[in-house]
C-alpha cells in the first residue's frame, strides 16, 4: 500500500529571524493598507481594499515564514499564524488613528513628530483607546463621491471588527498550516520539488485510484497526455527530491464547467482533488519525469471565431476613444477646481488615479505574455474580449500594447499636474 507523505515536525531555527523580519514587513503591510483605505472615497473600496491586502500579506508571510524558514510541523506552524494574523491586526488598529489624523489636516506630512512622538502609538493604551474612539463614533459609510450613507453604531461595529479578525486569523493559521505539510526532502534539507502536467481522464477513475492507493504505481502509466484543449482532464502534480530518490504524487479531477473567464477568455474548469501526496516508487517517477506532457496552462486555450475577432477590433476602436475621452475630461476638471484640487485629491482623486495606473499596468503586463489560441466557426466558442486573434501562439496586438501603455502615462502625467497646480 501507498504511504501518505507525513511531515517529519522538525523546525529549522532560519524560522525565527524570517518570523521576526516577517513582523516589521507586516508593520509597513498594515501601515500601507490603512493609508490606501483613507485615500479610497468610498466604504466600499475600502473593504476591497482591506481584503486584498490581507489576502495577499498572508499568502506571501505564509510562504516567507514556512518555506524559508523550513517549518515541517503543521500545529506549530498553525500557531505561529495565529499569532501573526494577531499583530496584523494590533497593527492595522494602532494605525488607523494617526494616519486619520493626517488626513483630516489634509497634508502629506504625516509623520512629522518626533521618534518618541511616534514610538508612542505602539503602546497598548494607544490601542485600547482606538476601541474606545470606534465604541463612542461608529463608522461611517460613504459613497464613490465621498457622500455620507449612513453610520454604523459603535457595538455594532465592535462585533464586525472582532467576526473580521477572527475570520483572517483562521486564514492565517490555515495558510501557515497548507505550507508546512508539503513534502520535503530531509536528506537534501530542501523542499522537493514540483512539477505539474496534464493527462487525459482515466477510464473508471474510482478503479484506478483504488489500485493506486493499494500501491499499483503502474496504473499511472495507462494515463495518456492530453491531446484536446478545453476537456475534463486530470491535473498532475509531481514532487520529487534533489537525489530523485523519494517521489510524491497529487491528482486533481479539472472538470469542464462550460463557464468562460471573462479577464482571460478561457474555459473554467472545476477541480476535485482525488490523492494528495501519495508516495509512489522511484521507478514510476522516474518514468513519469521522462515522458512528454502538457502543461495546465496548455489545457484551456482560447477559441475565436470570425464574430469574436471583429468585436475585438470594434472593443480596441472604443477602448481607445473613451480612454482619450476620459483623460481630456480628468485634465478639463483639475484646471476647473482650482483652489480646492488639494481637497479633491484626499477625497479620491489620487485614489482615482493610481487604481488607473496600476489597473492598466496589470492588463499591460498580461498582453506582453504569449497564449495559446484556436480557430472555430462554431458561435458556442466564441468568447468575450480585446486579446483574440488567429494564430497557434499569440501576444495581443500592439495597438492595444499602445493603449494600456497610454493610460499609465496619462496617470501619471495627472499626478504630477495635481502636483503643479497645488
Known sequence: ?????????????????????????????????????????????????FIF????????????CVRAGKVRHPVFSAISGMILGLIYWYFIIIFYLPVKSGFIMKSFYLLNEPSSGLLRIFRFKEFASAFSILKHDGAVITGKRGEIYFTIPGNICII???????????????EFYKNSGRPFC??????????????????????????????????????EPLYEVNTSHCKISLYTSGFDD???????????????????????????????????????????????????????????TEKSKRKAARWIIINWVIGILAILLC???IYEIGNGLQEFLFKGGFFYIALM??????????TMQKEMVITSTEEKYESEGTKKFLSKETKAPAILKLFYLFMMISAVGLFILCIIKI
Open 1 to 49: 500500500m501507498n504511504h501518505v507523505y507525513k511531515p517529519s515536525g522538525k523546525i529549522s531555527f532560519l524560522f525565527f529571524p524570517v518570523y521576526t523580519a516577517m513582523v516589521f514587513v507586516i508593520a509597513v503591510c498594515a501601515f500601507v493598507c490603512i493609508f490606501c483605505i483613507h485615500f479610497s472615497p468610498s466604504s466600499l473600496f475600502d473593504a476591497i481594499i
Open 53 to 64: 491586502a490581507t489576502i495577499k500579506v498572508t499568502k506571501c508571510s505564509a510562504l516567507s
Open 160 to 174: 464586525m471588527l472582532v467576526i473580521l479578525c477572527i475570520v483572517s486569523v483562521i486564514f492565517f493559521a490555515s
Open 186 to 223: 530531509e536528506a537534501s534539507g530542501k523542499w522537493m520539488k514540483k512539477i505539474v502536467f496534464t493527462s487525459s481522464v482515466p477510464e473508471d477513475d474510482e478503479l484506478f485510484i483504488s489500485k493506486l492507493l493499494l500501491g499499483d504505481c503502474t496504473v499511472l502509466s495507462s494515463l
Open 246 to 304: 523519494k517521489f510524491y504524487i497529487s491528482l486533481s479531477y479539472m472538470e469542464n464547467s462550460g463557464k468562460l473567464d471573462t479577464k482571460t477568455g478561457k474555459i473554467k474548469f472545476k477541480e476535485n482533488e482525488l490523492v494528495e501526496y501519495l508516495g509512489i516508487d522511484n521507478n514510476t517517477g522516474s518514468s513519469l519525469l521522462t515522458r512528454n506532457w502538457y502543461k495546465p496552462e496548455d489545457a484551456s486555450v482560447i477559441v475565436v
Open 331 to 333: 485634465v478639463f476638471a
Open 357 to 366: 495606473f496600476f489597473a492598466n499596468a496589470a492588463r499591460f503586463l498580461r
